[in-house]
C-alpha cells in the first residue's frame, strides 16, 4: 500500500468517525391516478441509502429568503457527508430528499434536505452531497 493510499484509508476512517447522523436518502415516486376507484395513488419513494452521516451546516451558507409557492422560504446550505465507499444502484439526483433520522443533537432530527448536486473525487474521505433546507 502506498502512502497515500495509507493517508487516505486514515482519513476516511476518521470522517467515518465523525458520521453521527443517520439519513435517508430517497426519491419520490411518481403522483398517479389509480382510475378504477377515482384517487391519486402516488408510487412508493425508492430509497437510495440508509445509514450514517454527517450533516453539516454549510459556512458559507447566509440563508438566502426567496418566494415559493406564494410564501417566503429561507434555503440554507448542508453538506451531507456518507462513507466514502457507500454503494447505491441509483445516484442521487436534484431533487430527492434526506432526512435526519437520528441524531445526538436532538434538533436536527426530522431535518428535510433537498439534493442539489454532489461530489467524486478519488482523493476524498467521504462522499459528499450537497443539499439545502427550505423552511
Do not use: C, H
Not at 435517508?24 to 450514517?52: I, M
Not at 429568503?65 to 440554507?76: C, D, I, K, W
Not at 457527508?81 to 434538533?107: A, M, Q
Request: hydrophobic share 35%; charged share 30%; proline share 4%.
Amino acid at each position: 500500500m502506498s502512502d497515500l493510499e495509507a493517508t487516505l484509508a486514515e482519513g476516511r476512517l476518521a470522517a467515518r468517525e465523525l458520521m453521527r447522523e443517520t439519513i435517508r436518502l430517497y426519491r419520490l415516486g411518481d403522483d398517479g391516478f389509480d382510475w378504477s376507484t377515482g384517487t391519486d395513488t402516488p408510487e412508493a419513494a425508492t430509497v437510495l441509502y440508509e445509514g450514517p452521516a454527517r450533516v453539516k451546516p454549510s459556512t458559507q451558507s447566509r440563508g438566502e429568503e426567496v418566494e415559493a409557492g406564494e410564501q417566503n422560504v429561507t434555503l440554507r446550505e448542508y453538506t451531507v457527508s456518507l462513507p466514502w465507499d457507500t454503494w447505491v444502484t441509483e445516484l442521487p439526483g436534484v431533487g430527492d430528499l434526506i432526512d435526519v433520522t437520528t441524531s445526538p443533537d436532538e434538533r436536527m432530527v426530522a431535518l428535510r434536505l433537498w439534493v442539489t448536486s454532489e461530489g467524486f473525487s478519488s482523493t476524498a474521505t467521504a462522499w459528499r452531497i450537497f443539499a439545502e433546507d427550505r423552511s
